[in-house]
């Protein structure tokens, strides 16, 4: 089956670029979604179709894909952008979708 | 506003049977696929499956295939998961999240249903 790979973890200074990579084998061909969760709350999509930003996702946060990679940039990273980030995508059949194992992002 | 409410948590034995919900409001609710996906307890998250509550057309993860029905009424704006008889191994954050209409991501999030089975 489809599998999309995620460092497990990402430690960045405040005010550094923070740098998650996702890989899978159907991301030349399928876009990457990135999503944030806090501890106790539900996710939310911060990264739409490898790099448009939802409506009330701070600038901060971008993406790009390349190839077999995805990744999620967040530029001046914050204590308040500490969570787990997801990266998602359909596998090449289009028709199930499946996520990262999470990484979990420390600013400290 | 735009939210999906879901039903409260449930405590269950194994063998038993279970329904969450998930209500949307704040927009049409027939045209927008619902997605269910699982968070265990300190894990990821794991896609369940997705249903088009316009006409309840469904497709399921392999992984959940046979273990869960997804289902929805249109009339009431709610979409449901189903278990006819849970396991141990079912204990979890169940979220509902609504496919966005111009891409393939999940653009609104229900509070999520946490799940235990215990006997």
């Known amino acids: 089956s489809y599998e999309v790979a995620q460092p497990p973890s990402v430690s960045v200074s405040p005010g550094q670029t923070a740098r998650i990579t996702c890989s899978g084998d159907?991301?030349?061909?399928?876009?990457a979604y990135w999503y944030q969760q806090k501890p106790g709350q539900a996710p939310v999509l911060v990264i739409d179709?490898?790099?448009k930003r939802p409506s009330g996702i701070p600038e901060r946060f971008s993406g790009s894909s390349s190839g077999t990679m995805a990744t999620l940039i967040i530029s001046g990273a914050q204590v308040e952008d500490e969570a787990d980030y997801y990266c998602?995508?359909?596998?090449?059949?289009?028709?199930?979708?499946?996520f990262g194992g999470g990484t979990k992002l420390t600013v400290l | 506003e735009v939210q999906l409410v879901q039903s409260g948590a449930e405590v269950k034995k194994p063998g038993e049977s279970l329904k969450i919900s998930c209500k949307g409001s704040?927009?049409?609710?027939?045209?927008?696929?619902i997605t269910w996906v699982r968070q265990m307890p300190g894990k990821g998250l794991e896609w369940m499956g997705i249903?088009?509550?316009?006409?309840?057309?469904?497709t399921y993860s392999p992984s959940f295939q046979g273990q869960v029905s997804i289902s929805a009424d249109k009339s009431i704006n709610t979409a449901y998961l189903q278990w006819s008889s849970l396991k141990a191994s079912d204990i979890g954050m169940y979220y509902c999240?609504?496919?966005?209409?111009?891409?393939?991501?999940?653009?609104?999030w229900g509070q999520g249903t946490m799940v235990t089975v215990s006997s």
């Open positions: 999240a609504r496919l966005s209409l111009v891409s393939d991501g999940f653009d609104i």
């Open positions: 704040g927009y049409s609710f027939s045209n927008y696929w």
């Open positions: 249903i088009y509550p316009g006409d309840s057309d469904t």
């Open positions: 159907a991301l030349p061909k399928k876009f």
């Open positions: 179709e490898d790099s």
């Open positions: 998602c995508s359909k596998d090449s059949s289009g028709n199930h979708w499946v």
